[in-house]
């Protein structure tokens, strides 16, 4: 009898780049412009405000575990306090206060957050 483990599916959210944009802009206050970014298994897209200014909006995939994004949090944020001259992308705060806030898309709640913008190469690109 073989033994098969199940195949790992990821469902993350068709989110709009106009829906991501509003998204950012009520809750976290950011105003911009969305462009898609690559994800492995959430939808990542970066908002470019007027300014210049960028961060990466987060929206994690259905089944995703609070824990590992509040574990990923605490890790940047431990780095970025103790290693010193490494570039870390900061936890960005929604309007609430909140690190990690759910919202309602297409009828299922995701796991959303935001992380300052670092230049440099993606991963997705080496």
Known sequence: ??????ALTFET????????????A???GLRGTASPLPGERDRNVLIT??????????????????AELDLQHAALEHLAAKA??????PVLR??????????VIAG????VRCLGWIEGRML???
Do not use: C, N, W
């Open 1 to 6: 009898m073989s033994h098969r483990a199940p």
């Open 13 to 24: 959210p068709a989110l709009s780049l106009a829906e991501a944009e509003a998204l950012a």
């Open 26 to 28: 009520r809750r976290f």
């Open 49 to 66: 405000a007027a300014d210049g200014q960028r961060a990466v909006l987060k929206v994690s995939h259905a089944a995703e575990d609070r």
């Open 84 to 89: 010193t001259g490494l570039r870390v992308p």
């Open 94 to 103: 929604a309007v609430d206060g909140a690190d990690i806030v759910t919202e």
């Open 108 to 111: 299922r709640p995701y796991l």
């Open 124 to 126: 997705a690109e080496t």
